[in-house]
């Protein structure tokens, strides 16, 4: 069983700067694969990023590459997500996500989530 909470979201400017922090509840944390979504109003889980086991393979959607950065640390049972020059389209509820498996698909393909934490961009 894991447990993930998520910390760090707020209200910002556009073009402004906000990390979120996920801490997982785990015996292992190196056993997961790691992931970020958003969820926007009205809209479907969005993909952002992902990182493997041991930190190596970061991957991105279109919208948020060379913006977004996912980083791990395996010691604190933590994954990040450093988010800068902010949009306003930007605005949705953050959340991670856990998976043994590294693999790119649908939302209810992984399989277990935090709350989520709320970011807002305004502009």
């Known amino acids: 069983q894991v447990q993930l909470v998520e910390s760090g979201g707020g209200s910002v400017q556009a073009g402004g700067s906000l990390r979120l922090s996920c801490a997982a509840s785990?015996?292992?944390?190196?056993?997961?694969?790691m992931y970020w979504f958003r969820q926007a109003p009205g809209k479907e889980h969005e993909f952002l990023a992902a990182?493997?086991?041991?930190?190596?393979?970061?991957s991105y959607s279109n919208s948020v590459r060379g913006r977004f950065t996912i980083s791990r640390d395996n010691a604190k049972n933590t994954v990040y997500l450093q988010m800068n020059s902010l949009k306003p389209e930007d605005t949705a509820v953050y959340y991670c996500?856990?998976?043994?498996?590294?693999?790119?698909?649908?939302?209810?393909?992984?399989?277990?989530w935090g709350q989520g934490t709320q970011v807002t961009v305004s502009s």
């Open positions: 996500a856990a998976d043994q498996a590294f693999h790119f698909g649908r939302a209810h393909e992984y399989e277990y």
């Open positions: 990182i493997s086991w041991s930190g190596a393979s970061p």
């Open positions: 785990v015996r292992t944390f190196s056993d997961y694969a």
